[in-house]
């Protein structure tokens, strides 16, 4: 899977559109395939002046909507702070691709929904079993193996699920090749526009 996506990357940038192409074939395929790097970006977030990041994986990239879906526990910290303050950087590089793509924007929290509705019935159990956790994410505990997830039902979990849509206005290319680096900006405002950067 992975080898036939490089093989769909130029080896070379002299357009910027081709930049935006390939980010998009990269996230396309970072949604299905759990090999790739992009199917597991750091996500950036604010906790009061601080800058938090975690890693989270990409359940859904539509380019014409300009989102990414991600799913988590309610109770996690990344909530509460994202109620406060939604902007948020989402980040990943591909060493084998040698492609990182940086992308700004807002980050808008969904409980109890229709958004969540529809990621809950697309969720396996296996995903589903994650938010059946006493407790939530971020409590302080003594015994982590008390807090192993044994016997439940999994549709118990949907009360503590949420999800998180990305909408982002900037998606930033970076290319790393010895014969020379390409950078490019791609930005969404009032209009498209794009930029090459001094990589
Ligand atoms: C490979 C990997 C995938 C992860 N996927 C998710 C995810 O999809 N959603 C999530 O909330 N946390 C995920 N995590 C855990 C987060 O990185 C983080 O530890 C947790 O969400 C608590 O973050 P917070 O305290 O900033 O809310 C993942 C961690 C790893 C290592």
Not at 26 to 48: D, G, K, R, Y
């Amino acid at each position: 899977m992975l080898s036939n996506l490089k093989e769909k990357l130029p080896d070379s940038y002299s357009e910027i559109s081709e930049t935006l192409e390939s980010a998009k074939l990269i996230l396309s395929e970072a949604v299905p395939n759990a090999q790739t790097l992009f199917h597991t970006p750091v996500v950036s977030t604010f906790h009061e002046n601080k800058i938090v990041s975690r890693v989270m994986v990409l359940r859904e990239f539509n380019f014409d909507k300009k989102l990414l879906r991600f799913h988590t526990d309610n109770r996690a910290a990344k909530i509460k702070n994202l109620t406060k303050n939604s902007s948020a950087t989402v980040i990943g590089y591909d060493p084998d691709l040698k492609v990182q793509i940086k992308m700004q924007g807002q980050a808008n929290v969904h409980i109890n929904n229709t958004v969540t509705e529809a990621a809950w019935n697309e969720s396996t159990a296996r995903s589903k079993k994650c938010y059946s956790v006493k407790g939530g994410s971020t409590k302080e505990i003594e015994n982590p193996a008390k807090y192993d997830i044994d016997d439940f039902d999994v549709e118990e979990g949907y009360k503590n699920f949420a999800v998180i849509v990305f909408s982002f206005s900037s998606l930033e290319f970076l290319y790393l090749k010895s014969s020379g680096h390409r950078r490019a900006l791609h930005k969404w405002n009032e209009e498209y526009s794009s930029t090459w950067l001094v990589p």
